[in-house]
């Protein structure tokens, strides 16, 4: 079940797509709810960075585990077995397409 805190919600409208009933409504703010305060602003904003500062970290995380996998020659086990059955499934599409 999906649950909006409405004192975080900025209107910026991402919930929406994900929710799978299609439940959430966006009804204008009145009165002191359609203001938002130095401090709200302030926490959003945090929260943003904070955001931006995990994926990047994640990103660079990534990135240099598969520099390292790629320094030490580590290759996937599996690499030629896929190889093989994506170009068995290749085959059978050309095989297919000439067959019609």
Do not use: N, Y
Not at 65 to 71: C, I, P
């Amino acid at each position: 079940m999906h649950t909006v805190v409405t004192e975080l919600c900025s209107g910026c409208d991402v919930c929406l797509p994900p929710c799978p009933v299609d439940c959430i409504e966006m009804v204008p703010a009145v009165g002191a709810d359609a203001i938002w305060g130095q401090s709200r602003a302030d926490a959003a904003r945090e929260r943003f960075e904070r955001r931006g500062s995990r994926h990047e970290r994640e990103r660079r995380e990534r990135a240099e585990r598969l520099a390292a996998a790629g320094a030490q020659g580590e290759a996937d086990p599996d690499a030629e077995k896929k190889r093989a059955i994506i170009q068995a499934a290749i085959e059978r599409a050309r095989a297919r397409r000439q067959g019609t």
